[in-house]
């Protein structure tokens, strides 16, 4: 007798949990597409750059990575020759 009731339990549980989850997956579904058409939207919104500024700032980029890139590299050669005729 114990058994059966236990079951019955075991089984109710499950049905509410699986009604539970359905429910959660339902809502986070619609959340996610919700998410997704608003993304959508606000990527229309956007006031992108032309093709012509897009060049423009990247050759700038290119151009500040490359002068630092030899600053560094000037100020390394300066250390190191500055190490090695005082210290070593």
Known sequence: MFDVKLNDVIINHYNNYSNYSNYNNKIMLSKL??????????????????????????????????????????????????LEKFLI
């Open 33 to 82: 597409k919700s998410y997704i058409q608003d993304s959508y939207r606000e990527f229309h919104r956007v006031n992108w750059p032309t093709r012509k500024e897009t060049t423009r700032l990247v050759l700038i980029v290119i151009g500040l990575s490359i002068g630092v890139a030899i600053f560094l590299g000037v100020l390394d050669m300066t250390f190191v020759y500055l």
